[in-house]
């Protein structure tokens, strides 16, 4: 009988222990924020304004020159990478392949049903960098950009070894809504 009357208070007391941590958990927790990590520079909030195509800029900008362009993110299968601050973009002029009526492609950023020459001449490849010219040490995947996105990207232009080559050191992207 006492070995019973035992069992039943030590069940008592682990099932009111039990009891008063589960209570305890409930409702009165603070919910803890969670932050975002800071955007970095490079992330405009704004539009800057006097953005011009692709090709406009390739036949008027030389190496060194400020410029403003405005294109979309593409022009091969993988256009920019999670580890990478270089991406690619295309002149808005030029239909991506999910723009063709009919076209099937799965990877329509990749302007597959476009000529090499085509492509070539209204690409331009995007280098981050930081106020000092440094490369930055985040790519734009890593901030949500994705193919197909509408940019507006300002920066430098860097050497240019042939006519079909535009490299912008930007400083600067702005993504369109």
Same mark, same amino acid.
């Given at each position: 009988?006492?070995?019973?009357?035992?069992?039943?208070?030590?069940?008592?007391?682990?099932v009111?222990? *039990?009891?008063?941590?589960?209570?305890?958990a409930?409702?009165k927790?603070?919910?803890? *924020?969670q932050?975002?990590?800071?955007?970095?520079?490079?992330?405009?909030?704004a539009?800057?304004?006097?953005?011009?195509?692709?090709?406009?800029?390739?036949?008027?900008?030389?190496e060194g020159?400020?410029v403003?362009?405005?294109g979309?993110?593409?022009?091969?299968?993988?256009?920019?990478?999670?580890?990478?601050?270089?991406?690619?973009i295309?002149?808005?002029?030029?239909?991506?392949?999910?723009?063709?009526?009919?076209?099937?492609?799965?990877?329509?950023?990749d302007?597959?049903?476009?000529?090499?020459?085509?492509?070539?001449?209204?690409a331009?490849?995007?280098q981050?960098?930081?106020?000092?010219?440094?490369?930055?040490?985040?790519?734009?995947?890593?901030?949500?950009?994705?193919?197909?996105?509408?940019?507006?990207?300002?920066?430098?232009?860097?050497?240019?070894?042939?006519?079909?080559?535009?490299?912008?050191? *930007?400083?600067?992207?702005?993504?369109?809504?």
């Amino acid at each position: 009988m006492q070995q019973a009357r035992r069992f039943m208070l030590t069940a008592a007391t682990i099932v009111l222990a *039990a009891t008063s941590l589960t209570l305890s958990a409930c409702g009165k927790a603070e919910p803890t *924020a969670q932050t975002q990590p800071a955007a970095p520079a490079w992330v405009l909030a704004a539009a800057p304004d006097g953005a011009v195509g692709i090709a406009e800029s390739k036949a008027n900008a030389g190496e060194g020159d400020t410029v403003i362009i405005r294109g979309r993110i593409g022009g091969r299968a993988e256009p920019l990478a999670d580890d990478s601050p270089i991406f690619m973009i295309m002149d808005l002029s030029i239909p991506h392949c999910g723009e063709n009526p009919g076209d099937a492609c799965p990877v329509p950023w990749d302007y597959c049903c476009e000529q090499p020459a085509t492509i070539a001449a209204n690409a331009a490849t995007v280098q981050l960098v930081d106020a000092d010219g440094a490369t930055a040490a985040s790519s734009p995947a890593s901030h949500g950009f994705k193919p197909l996105d509408e940019v507006i990207v300002i920066g430098t232009v860097a050497p240019r070894p042939e006519p079909t080559v535009l490299t912008i050191r *930007a400083t600067g992207v702005y993504r369109v809504d």
